[in-house]
Every structure is written in structure tokens, then in C-alpha cells.
């Protein structure tokens, strides 16, 4: 499936800034199942110093400064990006879940994408000792480790209420799984605090989900924003697998890719510091559209992806 992603970040203040400098996450990369085609990130007002490179996961990291006085920025992406669904894994199949955490905890490989990097708390994940215990039902003695994580994940799509606004995106874990209630960050740290806190590896993964279901399946919550999932290792031999908590389901050609890190403080789609008082809105706006196919024919050369 191809897509046309669109996302409009809007910051408005109310006085004006004279100077800022920021950092983007907002440009996809080429991962396994996932081809940019083409993708383009525009800054206005036009920025004094830009600067583009990978940060230790892989993500792409734009880096910005704005000289010129200013009361609002907006940061616009536009992206063309073709998704293909993973083959699927027999849950009954994968390892057991005491297998998998003996395999990672003895890893030495050290490269962005080995387990070790997501075993332990990090900047917005603390393990949480009833997050542990309530997560640790799902995972008996011997239970395959894919079983087990889908489990859980059923667990917290039905235990959780999704409510936005009830939380913000420096809510940890533990207040909003005391609440029983947030957005999809809350419910994918959640998911990723109780896996680790069992010493299981488990990833933060941001990114889109198509705006337009199709027809007869329902629409997924957090469509009109970016999105986030939890990406769980399963093994060296079966590697590590999508699953969406906040729509209960494994993620798939419905999900886009944007950014992989330990929590949301590795993604977050844009942040920096200014200089100024008074205070800001923020409005983003995200539009994700399956390209419809065209009869084969001849075509022109894609844009180089990144």
C-alpha cells in the first residue's frame, strides 16, 4: 500500500521570538517493510542555519535555528511512503518468554537496534512495581513470548480508556495506568514498563496510521494525529514484532513508521528552545491517504529516499 502523509505542526505565540532553535524527528527513513519514496520537510519562517543527519537509532534528525523574529512556525512534511505487511508469526511458535529475556540479557551486541538498548528504564519509562505485577499475569511459566505480549496488549486496549487530553506527554506511565486512562503514548509506555519490567526488550515506535479505513473494518484511534505502537523483541530468530495497545491489534500496512527510540522523549516529532515570554499554542494536523493504484505502466524515476 502507497501513501500520501501530510502533517502540519503550528506553533503560535504570543509574543514574539527573536530567536530559536529546534529539533525535528519529522522525516521517515527506509526500514524492512517500509520504502520512502520521496519526502520533503518545509520550515517557514525560513530557517538561518539547518542541518540534517541520523541520530543513534537510525531516525532522522533535522536540526533548525530561526535568527528572524517571529510569532508563529510552521513545520510542514509531505511524504510519499510505501508500506508492505509483515509476514505474519505464528504466536504459538516463538520462543518462550524466559528464553527471550535469558538471549537478550546475555547480548553483547551494542548496534542501534540490539535489545540491550531497550531493556532498562529510560527518560520517560520508570518501571513501576504494579505495572510489573499486573503485566506479569499475562505471562505464566514457559508461555511464548509473542502469546504473551499479545496478551498483554489485548489487556491494556480493554483496560484502558482511551481519552485525550486526560493526560500530556510528560505523564509517566504509572499515573496514567493508575487513571486507566490516556492516549496512545500513555498506553504504549505503559505496555513497554511492564515488558521491561519482566526483562523482556521492547521499543517505542512513533509514527501514522491511514486516516480512511477500509471499507467495513472500523476507524482506528489516533488516526488524526501522529501515532505510537510498541515494537517487541521475540528472539534473534523471529526478531521484533509491531503491536499496537491503544486499537488491541498487531501493527501492520495500516501503520507508518516514523521514529524508533526507548520512549517518546527518543521521538518526539519536534522540540527546542526559545527565547521569549508569554506563552504558545501548539495545533498539528495530519492527514495519512492510501494512493490509489494506477494500471502498470511506465514510470518516472523516484526521489532518492534517505
Not at 509514527?207 to 482506528?220: A, F, M, N, Q, V
Given at each position: 500500500m502507497i501513501y500520501d502523509v501530510r502533517q502540519v505542526t503550528t506553533y503560535a505565540y504570543t509574543s514574539t521570538v527573536p530567536f530559536s532553535r529546534h529539533a525535528a524527528r519529522l522525516l521517515p527513513v527506509n526500514r524492512p517493510g517500509q520504502r520512502v519514496i520521496e519526502a520533503a520537510l518545509d520550515i517557514d519562517p525560513a530557517p538561518a542555519e539547518r542541518s540534517d543527519a541520523r541520530d543513534f537509532f537510525g531516525n532522522r534528525l533535522t536540526v533548525f535555528a530561526l535568527e528572524q523574529p517571529h510569532a508563529e512556525l510552521v513545520v510542514s512534511l509531505s511524504a510519499r511512503i510505501e508500506v508492505q505487511a509483515p509476514e505474519p508469526l505464528l504466536a504459538s511458535l516463538t520462543p518462550p518468554w524466559e528464553a527471550v529475556r535469558s538471549e537478550a540479557m546475555a547480548s553483547a551486541d551494542l548496534s542501534s537496534g540490539s535489545p540491550a538498548h531497550f531493556l532498562y528504564p529510560s527518560r520517560s519509562v520508570a518501571l513501576d512495581p504494579a505495572i510489573t505485577a499486573w503485566t506479569a499475569e499475562s505471562f505464566p511459566r514457559s508461555r511464548p513470548i509473542l502469546e504473551a505480549a499479545t496478551a498483554l496488549m489485548t489487556r491494556i486496549k480493554s483496560g484502558l480508556r482511551y481519552q485525550p487530553g486526560a493526560t500530556d506527554a510528560k505523564?509517566?506511565?504509572a499515573v496514567a495506568f493508575a487513571?486507566?486512562?490516556g492516549v496512545c503514548q500513555d498506553f504504549a509506555h505503559v505496555m513497554i514498563a511492564g515488558l521491561r519490567g519482566l526483562g523482556l526488550p521492547a521499543a517505542y515506535v512513533s509514527?501514522?496510521?491511514?486516516?480512511?479505513?477500509?471499507?467495513?473494518?472500523?476507524?482506528?484511534q489516533g488516526a488524526d494525529a501522529t501515532h505510537a505502537w510498541v515494537s517487541v523483541w521475540c528472539g534473534e530468530a523471529s526478531g521484533w514484532v509491531g503491536l499496537d495497545p491503544t486499537n488491541g491489534i498487531a501493527a501492520g500496512e495500516d501503520h507508518i513508521v516514523l521514529a524508533i527510540g526507548r520512549d517518546y522523549a527518543d521521538v518526539s516529532p519536534l522540540d527546542g528552545v526559545?527565547?521569549?515570554s508569554g506563552e504558545h499554542s501548539l495545533t498539528v494536523e495530519v492527514d495519512v491517504v492510501p494512493v490509489p493504484s494506477k494500471p502498470l505502466g511506465r514510470s518516472r524515476p523516484a526521489t532518492a529516499a534517505q
Open positions: 505523564t509517566p506511565p487513571a486507566k486512562r509514527g501514522y496510521l491511514r486516516t480512511d479505513p477500509p471499507p467495513g473494518r472500523p476507524r482506528l526559545i527565547i521569549a
